[in-house]
C-alpha cells in the first residue's frame, strides 16, 4: 500500500520531484518518511504528459508535425529532498523516458533529450548506484525544458505532511518563447514521532 497521495491540481510532471524515484524505496502502510519514492516519478510523469497533451500548444499537432525535440535545459532543487547533479540528472532522464512521455514522440512528434552533461551525470549516477538508465537520444533541439522544484513542511510529534510542487516551463530556441508552462502538486504524509 502507497503512501497517502493527493494531487492538488492536474498537472504537469512532477519530473520533477522525484528525488524519491532514486531512493527506490516502497511505501509501508505507515510510511515514516515524506520522502519522494518511485511511485511519486510515476504520477509526476503520467501528470506531465496529460498537462502538456491538453495544452493548446499540443491541440493541432499530430504523428506528423514538424519534430520538437525538447532539451532538458535546466533543473532547479529548492526542495528539502537534497539531490546531487547526478540524481537531479537521473531523474529527468527516468521522466524523459517514461511511458506517457515516450507516447508524445508516437501522437505529436515530440521528443525530450538531455543535454551532454547532463546525459552524463544521469550516466554516472546510474553506474555508481547499480541502477539502469534510459538509453540517450541524440538529437538536434529545437525547444529547451526547465523544471523547478520545491516543498514545505508541517510537522509535528505525531508525523509530518510535505507538499511537492514543480514546476516546468518549455520555450522555443532561438527567440526563447515560452510556448508552454505548468505545474504539479502533492502531498506526502509519514506518520510516527519524529524521534523514530
Not at 537520444?137 to 529547451?144: K, L
Request: proline share 5%; net charge positive.
Amino acid at each position: 500500500m502507497r503512501a497517502p497521495r493527493c494531487s492538488t491540481r492536474p498537472a504537469t510532471a512532477l519530473l520533477l520531484l522525484v528525488s524519491a524515484a532514486i531512493g527506490g524505496c516502497a511505501s509501508s502502510a505507515t510510511p515514516r518518511s515524506t520522502r519522494l519514492t518511485v511511485d511519486d516519478l510515476e504520477h509526476v510523469s503520467r501528470e506531465f504528459a496529460a498537462s502538456l497533451l491538453a495544452s493548446d500548444v499540443m491541440r493541432d499537432r499530430g504523428p506528423d508535425s514538424p519534430l520538437w525535440v525538447v532539451s532538458i535545459e535546466r533543473v532547479l532543487n529548492l526542495s528539502r529532498d537534497v539531490m546531487s547533479p547526478g540524481e537531479q540528472w537521473f531523474v529527468m532522464n527516468h521522466l524523459r523516458a517514461s511511458l506517457p512521455v515516450r507516447q508524445m514522440r508516437q501522437e505529436k512528434n515530440i521528443i525530450f533529450v538531455l543535454p551532454a552533461e547532463g546525459a552524463r551525470r544521469a550516466h554516472e549516477y546510474a553506474q555508481q548506484h547499480g541502477l539502469e538508465t534510459a538509453p540517450l537520444a541524440e538529437r538536434r533541439p529545437t525547444h529547451v525544458m526547465s523544471a523547478t522544484f520545491r516543498s514545505a513542511v508541517r510537522q509535528d510529534e505525531k508525523g509530518a505532511t510535505e507538499l511537492y510542487y514543480c514546476e516546468f516551463e518549455i520555450r522555443r530556441i532561438g527567440d526563447r518563447e515560452l510556448v508552454w508552462k505548468d505545474d504539479v502538486a502533492f502531498k506526502r504524509i509519514a506518520r510516527g514521532h519524529i524521534w523514530d
